[in-house]
């Protein structure tokens, strides 16, 4: 890894606003700026998962934290305990131009894409379809910390 970059948001209607511009920033300054639109694109589904699944957590249960922190991406954002009303995102360049984005809520619920549909009036569903045909790949993993992460691999940069 040769640069990455860390920030927090509260889950509000400002997050992905946020996180966009934080990639989009760090793109640019990394020399990446090819990869912005894509990137964007991405960021604002994860980040837009994160905020609807911590929303959701707040409303059913109190967040817990729990845990070492041993997970490189809440640590450095939050120290050794992850703050659980929040959401964390992360963004990583390598040497061979390959960016990952990391998106971590508290919740449990893993990411799942909903089936494929053509009916265009439903209100969601289609974030991870987007991630899934934009990104090299994606997944998700739970950091001993508590809570998931959800990243995507993306493209790299033109030569």
């Not at 998962?49 to 450095?76: K, Q």
């Not at 390598?94 to 990952?100: D, H, K, N, Q």
């Not at 919740?107 to 934009?134: A, N, Y």
Request: overall charge neutral.
């Amino acid at each position: 890894m040769t640069a990455e970059s860390y920030v927090r948001f509260f889950p509000d209607a400002l997050a992905v606003p946020r996180a966009r511009q934080h990639v989009e920033k760090e793109l640019r300054t990394w020399g990446l700026a090819n990869l912005v639109d894509d990137d964007v694109l991405v960021v604002s589904e994860l980040v837009t998962n994160s905020v609807t699944e911590t929303v959701r957590w707040m409303r059913e249960r109190e967040c817990g934290v729990a845990g070492e922190g041993e997970d490189a991406l809440i640590e450095a954002v939050f120290g050794r305990w992850s703050w659980p009303w929040t959401i964390a995102f992360a963004v990583y360049r390598f040497g061979s131009g390959a960016v990952v984005v990391e998106a971590w809520d508290c919740s449990r619920k893993p990411p799942i894409p909903v089936p494929k549909t053509d009916d265009w009036t439903l209100q969601g569903g289609r974030g991870l379809h987007i991630v899934d045909e934009v990104s090299k790949r994606w997944g998700y993993r739970w950091p001993r910390s508590g809570g998931k992460v959800v990243y995507a691999v993306l493209g790299r940069a033109e030569r």
